[in-house]
């Protein structure tokens, strides 16, 4: 069974990262560095298994845009939204055995290095592969 597991940040969460003053915990360029050695043995560990289908880190959410349908008409707003807003910041899909085997990769994470105060929500979703499984 597929898996998506997505991880959320907000603008401030972005800033933080580039350093950009008074914008949440500031990241030193080494935690900047163990977070990426972190990502990166955790995808290596996850081709490895065979359970990782793809993965990939979004931009800040500054260069997003989001359309939503007013009165019938497209309506694009460009970002950024409100700095504590969270959006998708990034997602994984793996293969897995099953829904406690994609939490616990899920879970792993959460052990990745950063300032104090840092913390992220991550979900775990079921793909669906037809109609049918969409559970509705």
């Given at each position: 069974m597929k898996y998506m597991i997505l991880i959320y940040g907000s603008q401030q969460d972005y800033d933080s990262l580039g350093g950009a003053p008074g914008s949440g915990p500031a990241w030193s360029p080494e935690e900047f560095a163990a977070m990426g050695a972190f990502m990166q043995a955790f995808n290596e560990d996850l081709e490895r298994s065979g359970e990782l289908v793809d993965t990939r880190g979004l931009t800040a959410p500054a260069h997003t845009r989001r359309?939503?349908?007013k009165e019938g008409v497209p309506v694009v707003t460009d970002g950024p939204y409100p700095e504590t807003q969270?959006?998708?910041?990034g997602y994984w899909i793996v293969e897995c055995d099953g829904f406690d085997r994609a939490t616990e990769i899920a879970a792993g994470l959460t052990q990745c290095p950063g300032p104090a105060g840092v913390s992220s929500v991550i979900d775990v979703r079921p793909v669906a592969g037809s109609r049918t499984e969409l559970d509705l």
């Open positions: 359309i939503t349908l969270e959006v998708l910041a």
